[in-house]
């Protein structure tokens, strides 16, 4: 396709967005029509359409002033209340006697110091996990522009990396699916220290914010916690509002990819359940669903994998459980998500997409033994982001092209 074909649909495209975005009440349906689409990387399009597709911002343009100040005023709140030290002080500013109050010794279940030994067994693996996001790319070991005001204001205690002590980060295989080749990623002791290491005191790393973020979640939500995965969730929402051209988004990017991934947890909660495998939106009953349309759509790749005994849970509980966020590079995850987020029915649509991976492996499959086939689905191969959704997109009976 000729350049200039290429940028006049470019234009288009904006100009659509541009129209759609402009209006003082969002009409939800166009929106979410030309998000299915793709949404462009130029403006901060994605940035403000995901807040919008996760119902963090409301429709009516007059109302957004009010939600983000009230939203980042709450999130500000959580992080004041959330993250505390024991006997550091009490909101007089005066030093708490820790013999007359409570102390690191105290068994009592109510003891501030028993939950503080307890969020840290749960801050240990989001630390793990948080530094390590992404390792094919530099954006999280970076510094952010906007360190949390509370880690300049209280001599920086709002950094929880410091209660955790790294004897198990001393070497790592750190597995990242892209660009068709699983690497792996040897990482010394000197690499994790340059690569992981906190910036100092004043600044912050992007993956520390994230480490908060998961941290101040998994407080909210005692019932669940943090489960190891939610980082490969929190990562792209992150990039994408931490990314925005406009300094008044990026300035916040931190509250608003807390709401965000708070409203897209609410919906894919079940995944992260163990309790809820069989429930009607639980990982089972999706991984059902998928070996259904495999053998609807292909009834002799379905037959390949059958015989072979080649169970779902083998390699689509990680695609469904993380949205495809390890499947492919940064790039094309933000992409697909834009078309799960714009669908009604989204989670239907994520099927299709799983459906579409395996069928476009077809004659590798129909060749391949147990072992080969295993090894092929759990390590996706680079493919055209574009051929692997047309696909999708067909199996569901939609289109990606403009009307």
């Known amino acids: 396709m000729p350049h ?45 359409c995901w807040k919008l597709l996760l ?15 009230r939203k980042r005023e709450l999130y500000k709140t959580f992080i004041d209340d959330l993250i505390v030290m024991p006997g550091e002080g009490n909101n007089d500013g005066e030093r708490v006697d820790v013999t007359l109050h409570d102390h690191p010794l105290n068994l009592n279940p109510d003891s501030k110091w028993q939950t503080y030994f ?31 005001k509370a ?18 980060l001393r070497s790592a295989n750190v597995e990242r699916k892209g660009l068709g080749i699983t690497k792996q990623i040897a990482v010394s002791v000197r690499k994790a220290a340059e690569d992981y290491a906190p910036l100092a005191e004043g600044g912050e790393a992007h993956w520390e914010v994230l480490e908060r973020i998961l941290f101040i979640y998994a407080k909210l939500n005692p019932g669940q916690g ?23 988004w990026r300035e916040h990017a931190e509250a608003d990819t807390f709401f965000c991934f708070t409203n897209l947890m609410g919906e894919i909660r079940d995944f992260f359940i163990k309790s809820l495998d069989e429930a009607e939106f639980g990982i089972n009953s999706m991984m059902n669903k998928l070996t259904a349309q495999v053998k609807s759509n292909d009834h002799e790749i379905w037959l390949r994998l059958h015989q072979q005994e080649l169970c779902p849970q083998y390699y ?30 989204r989670f239907c649509f994520l099927i299709h997409i799983c459906c579409a991976m395996i069928l476009l492996l077809r004659d590798q499959l129909l060749a391949g033994d ?29 289109s990606l092209n403009s009307p």
């Open 316 to 345: 689509s509980f990680r695609w469904l459980t993380l949205l495809l966020s390890q499947e492919f590079p940064l790039p094309d995850v933000m992409r697909i998500w834009d078309s799960l987020f714009a669908d009604e029915n």
């Open 151 to 168: 880690i300049v204001n209280v001599s920086g205690h709002k950094r929880l990396h410091h209660r955790v002590q790294h004897t198990v």
């Open 226 to 248: 943090y489960v190891q995965g939610m980082n490969e969730i929190v990562g792209p929402i992150y990039h994408a509002f931490a990314c925005d051209p406009d300094q008044t």
């Open 118 to 148: 307890k969020d840290n067994e749960v801050l240990l693996q989001i630390d793990k996990d948080v530094r390590r996001l992404c390792p094919d790319i530099s954006f999280f070991q970076q510094g952010t522009e906007y360190p949390c």
């Open 55 to 69: 119902s963090y911002l409301p429709l009516a343009k007059v109302s957004w002033s009010e939600t983000l100040r």
């Open 4 to 48: 200039s074909t290429i940028m006049s649909i470019l234009r288009k495209r904006l100009n659509d967005f541009k129209e759609v975005l402009s209006s003082d009440d969002i009409d939800m349906t166009n929106l979410r029509r030309l998000c299915f689409r793709g949404i462009p990387d130029e403006g901060g399009l994605r940035s403000l």
């Open 370 to 398: 147990f072992a080969t086939n295993v090894k092929l689905l759990q390590n996706f191969p680079y493919m055209d982001i574009q051929i692997v959704l047309s696909k999708a997109a067909a199996l569901a009976g939609k």
